[in-house]
């Protein structure tokens, strides 16, 4: 089973979620796929074997051949070729924005004079080790570079269907998000009774139910802010998997990159409970 972990937004304890869960339970792979800002590296403490470079492919185009007919800019659906014609006896151009590139090789495909071809761009690395009994793969992207989901798809490249696969997701309802938590067989929505906490619960709500995944949440400081979360989930016929209150003990070891499960063993039976909550709601 594929259990990503996701939240509408940041710091809401996405990450000791998916780091608790992982620890409480056996035969576990744990993919950090919070490409910009991986960290449940410093919460596992893996040893690292492996490392891969992370690459996409871009356009490079020999002008020798080009006669700017424009084919490749119309092309692309992220604005990433711009085409200057000749005119007035001035040469014509074609530029190329990487950094918007997105990789699908439709501009090659497509040129009409074959004048384009794809090379290689650096845009990451991918980590792979373990934890004991548990596989760890991670993936972290270069500084500056925009495009995260390549990279995703890649660290996703590495799961292993012999094993319960946790995935950690970046925040957010956006484009990374969404190539992180397709093909999961269920997503963990981490959430705070606050009103930003709610306002971004339902937008992710709405994605995993358009991209129809099914989901429940788990409420992060329950004892804190209001009852709205709480009453949205009811109202929505959305499980609420697991409550963890505030605790200034949690918020400590946090700091401190220990996992909850190891300050507190009890909590290891709750994670074990999140898990048989999330396999009640699959049979
Ligand atoms: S499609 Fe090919 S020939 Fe046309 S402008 Fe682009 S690179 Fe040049
Ligand atoms: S590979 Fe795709 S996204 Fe990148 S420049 Fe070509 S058409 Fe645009």
Do not use: W
Not at 167 to 192: M, Q, Y
Not at 257 to 270: A, E, F, H, L, R
């Amino acid at each position: 089973m594929i259990i990503s972990i996701a939240s509408g937004k940041g710091g809401t304890g996405k990450t000791t979620v998916a780091v608790n869960l992982a620890l409480s339970l056996k035969n576990i792979q744990l993919l950090d796929c919070d490409v910009e800002e991986p960290n449940a590296h410093l919460f596992i403490k893996p040893r690292i074997r492996k490392e891969e470079k992370a690459y996409i492919s871009v356009p490079e185009v020999d002008e020798t051949k080009c006669n700017y007919c424009g084919k490749c800019r119309e092309v692309c659906a992220y604005h990433a070729i711009a085409v200057l014609s000749e005119s007035n006896g001035k040469k014509g151009s074609v530029l190329i924005f990487s950094h918007l590139c997105h990789g699908c090789g439709a501009c090659s495909l497509l040129c009409p004079q074959g004048a384009i071809k794809e090379v290689n761009k650096d845009i990451g690395v991918i980590e792979i080790g373990e934890k004991g009994d548990m596989q760890f793969v991670h993936g972290r992207l270069n500084i500056g570079e925009a495009m995260s989901p390549p990279l995703i798809r890649q660290v996703k490249e590495y799961i292993n269907p012999t094993r319960t696969v946790i995935i950690d997701a970046p925040p957010g309802t956006s484009c990374p998000v969404i190539t992180v938590v397709k093909g999961s067989d269920f997503c963990v929505l981490v959430t705070e009774p606050t009103p930003f906490g709610l306002n971004d619960l339902i937008l992710a709500v709405e994605v995993l139910r358009k991209i129809q995944i099914p989901f429940g949440v788990v409420v992060n400081r329950s004892d804190i802010g209001d009852g709205k979360v709480e009453s949205y989930c009811k109202q929505e016929n959305i499980p609420v998997l697991m409550k963890i209150p505030f605790s200034r003990e949690i918020a400590v070891s946090y700091s401190e990159g220990t996992p909850i499960i190891k300050k507190d063993v009890s909590y290891q039976d709750k994670f074990i409970n999140l898990y048989l909550n999330i396999c009640a709601i699959k049979e």
